[in-house]
């Protein structure tokens, strides 16, 4: 790949970097986005902020990776002739699900050991993760469908990693961050959609840097709905456990894991695509230095082929050689 020079940047680019950037800048109390937390995670500020830095790169959206426990909405009939679009709304609600729990960070306290100085540990100690989730414990048995014949609403218990989307100028700034996100075990990351190259006012291809196998979910209760549809959202139903406080323990205790595991992979990223990306002068080739006696796949080939031919035709000269002694040897004896 040859080197991207800044002036190669289109100019429309250039102006969606600056708004995003813009949005960016607001003052943590001031800003809110789309998801449960409403801001950008602390775990992944400062690599959002070197990604920002490289001309012809901007981050459009993030997750540093979470716990979190949600409950699933009530699912509306759709009416005749008439097109349902499905709607998500993060505080939860009918039709949407809530989120019981989300964390960023390790659930510190339960499951596997974790650092002791840890306010959030202080803050849920006494409690039991039935607590912390909002659900009673239950008898393990599972509902049947209500008087409508509806099935319940589950609550699920998710680990996410990492998820990083990208805007970048062109395909050579794009092709980089794919390498460096591959290389660093986000083996499902790719272009977020053709229709990015396809804008009306110029391509802004959009890399969604990502890893699904170390996704974690499990359904670990339901919600005891009232079987009249007239439920208003004042009620408070109960939200019964499937599963026992120490099944939830060994859910925190591999998502904890595999936090670690998202770290380290998140860090191979920053580095790998720092290697790969120069702040000043664009993307450039990956030109890794050949040791001495390195060879292309095809040389090989052929070498490996000539070194066969030779060990075979030495393998018969010498049958030959042990056949013509071998007659010698029996032409000599009485």
């Known amino acids: 790949m040859s080197e991207v020079k800044a002036?190669?940047?289109?100019?429309?680019?250039?102006?969606?970097k600056r708004k995003i950037l813009a949005e960016l800048s607001v003052p943590d109390a001031e800003y809110t986005d789309l998801s449960p937390k409403g801001s950008v995670d602390e775990g992944i500020r400062d690599l959002i902020h070197e990604i920002n830095t490289h001309p012809g790169l901007v981050t459009t959206s993030s997750c540093a990776g979470r716990i979190s426990v949600f409950l699933e909405g009530r699912k509306k009939q759709p009416k005749p002739h008439e097109e349902q679009e499905r709607q998500?709304?993060?505080?939860?609600?009918?039709?949407?699900?809530?989120?019981?729990?989300?964390?960023h960070d390790p659930l510190q306290g339960y499951g596997a050991p974790c650092g002791s100085n840890s306010s959030e540990r202080d803050s849920h100690q006494g409690k039991s993760l039935h607590e912390l989730f909002g659900m009673v414990p239950g008898d393990g048995k599972p509902?049947?469908?209500?008087?409508?014949?509806?099935?319940?609403?589950?609550?699920?218990?998710?680990?996410?990693?990492?998820?990083?989307?990208?805007?970048?100028?062109?395909?050579?700034?794009?092709h980089p961050v794919l390498s460096a996100a591959s290389s660093s075990g986000f083996r499902e990351s790719g272009l977020q959609s053709l229709r990015c190259l396809e804008g009306d006012e110029g391509p802004s291809p959009i890399v969604a840097v990502r890893s699904a196998g170390l996704s974690l979910e499990s359904v670990i209760g339901y919600c005891e709905d009232s079987d009249a549809d007239d439920v208003t959202?004042?009620?408070?139903?109960?939200?019964?456990?499937?599963v026992t406080e120490e099944y939830l323990q060994m859910l925190v205790a591999i998502a904890n894991e595999r936090f670690s595991i998202n770290t380290e992979r998140k860090e191979r990223f920053r580095e790998n695509l720092l290697v790969l990306y120069s702040a000043s002068r664009g993307p450039k080739t990956n030109k890794k230095t050949k040791s001495p006696g390195w060879e292309d796949a095809q040389t090989r080939r052929e070498r490996m082929r000539a070194e066969g031919?030779?060990?075979?035709?030495?393998?018969?000269?010498?049958?030959?050689?042990?056949?013509?002694?071998?007659?010698?040897?029996?032409?000599?004896?009485?």
């Not at 002036?7 to 969606?16: C, D, H, K, Q, T």
């Not at 998500?88 to 964390?103: M, R």
């Not at 509902?143 to 990693?161: D, I, S, Y």
């Not at 007659?327 to 009485?334: G, I, M, S, V, Y």
């Open 7 to 16: 002036s190669a940047i289109p100019e429309v680019f250039e102006s969606r």
């Open 88 to 103: 998500f709304v993060a505080s939860g609600g009918k039709g949407a699900g809530k989120w019981l729990y989300v964390s």
């Open 143 to 174: 509902p049947g469908l209500n008087k409508q014949g509806k099935a319940p609403r589950l609550v699920r218990f998710h680990f996410e990693p990492l998820i990083l989307h990208i805007m970048t100028a062109t395909l050579q700034h794009a």
């Open 233 to 242: 959202a004042t009620d408070e139903p109960v939200l019964r456990s499937l």
């Open 309 to 334: 031919l030779m060990r075979q035709k030495l393998l018969q000269d010498q049958a030959k050689d042990n056949e013509v002694r071998d007659t010698l040897q029996a032409t000599k004896e009485p």
